[in-house]
């Protein structure tokens, strides 16, 4: 069973396109994450959500807008895609339990190449 | 800004030997500093977390060791094998309603060889 499932695995498009990455979590966590690596592997947070409700906004262009239609879901549109975009996408999970044991729950990614 | 500052950006370590990646953390507010390792084609995962009122934490061949007074981490790896070869971040993070913020190192790409 995957824990956290990202579609699609792979997105390639051109400049100017407006896509989507969807991230679902079966392992019952309040917190979902979105997470950028970008081809020197530097991962860095986007977004996160908590039972649908926006916790964290990094400073990311506002082409991009995540949305949570519930506390297992978590979706990433991204409006007018350009060549920096290029990148991979990681979804993450995590409990929310006091503190939390701080971890956090990595989907595989997806890797979106804009031409 | 670079909050987490991880070195070496790749090491090369003989089956056997042991394998060690620092990192230094600059904001003192944070409270939790885990260790992922990371397969080509895969998520991070896991590996190894301390917290700072701990100054060493040891799973199996993984021990990690905490200067607080120093704001440095490092990740041993004993006995390294070539499965341990893949890609290590060190995070930093504080807790804050309900998220866990991971603030990544650069990465350290392992490779033992044979």
């Known amino acids: 069973d995957t824990a956290v499932s990202q579609t699609p695995k792979y997105l390639v498009t051109q400049m100017g396109n407006d896509k989507s990455i969807k991230c679902e979590q079966n392992?019952?966590?309040?917190?979902m994450y979105w997470y950028k690596q970008d081809s020197k592997k530097f991962l860095k947070i986007m977004f996160s959500y908590n039972n649908k409700e926006l916790i964290i906004n990094e400073t990311v262009p506002n082409r991009f807008s995540p949305k949570s239609p519930d506390k297992a879901h978590l979706n990433l549109h991204i409006n007018s895609l350009e060549l920096g975009d290029s990148a991979v996408y990681f979804c993450a999970s995590s409990p929310t339990s006091g503190r939390g044991n701080g971890e956090l729950f990595f989907g595989e990614g997806s890797r979106l190449t804009v031409l | 800004q670079q909050q987490v500052k991880q070195s070496p950006q790749s090491l090369i370590v003989q089956k056997g030997g042991i394998s060690i990646i620092n990192c230094a953390y600059e904001?003192?507010?944070?409270?939790?500093f885990p260790w992922y390792q990371q397969f080509p084609g895969k998520g991070p995962a896991l590996l190894i977390a301390?917290?700072?009122?701990?100054s060493e934490k040891k799973e199996g061949r993984f021990t990690i060791s905490f200067n607080k007074s120093a704001k440095q981490f490092s990740l041993h790896i004993m006995d390294s094998q070539p499965g341990d070869s893949a890609t290590y971040f060190c995070?930093?993070?504080?807790?804050?309603?309900?998220?866990?913020?991971?603030?990544f190192g650069q990465g350290t790409r392992l490779t033992i060889n044979p």
């Open positions: 392992l019952g966590h309040d917190t």
């Open positions: 904001n003192t507010a944070f409270d939790y």
């Open positions: 995070a930093a993070s504080k807790y804050n309603q309900g998220a866990q913020k991971l603030v």
């Open positions: 301390i917290r700072p009122d701990v």
